[in-house]
């Protein structure tokens, strides 16, 4: 992950302070998927991982509808993955984030 203290635009208009940005991948049930986050002051941007240096935006979620959740409380133990993960839910989805 990376920090970044920058005023940006990013995505079309979507304007904010960039915080941190970085590769996750997301996980429901069995599935997982490879997605890049990105913090802004206000929003959480989910795009897919970068290609060719560009990203196809995947969610944008106002801080203000996003739930997070340690994920090693709600698994319990000591469990390697669990430790590096947060379980992220908003109105419409709900994922397992492993750094």
Known sequence: METHGEKATLFHGVRGSLLLEGPVEFRRGWRKKKRHLFLLNDLLVV???????????KYI???SYLWICDYADLVGGDNRTASKSIF???????????F
């Open 47 to 57: 795009s897919n991982n970068v290609h060719k240096k560009k990203f196809k935006i």
């Open 61 to 63: 979620i106002p801080l």
């Open 88 to 98: 992220l839910c908003w109105p419409m989805e709900n994922f397992v984030a492993t």
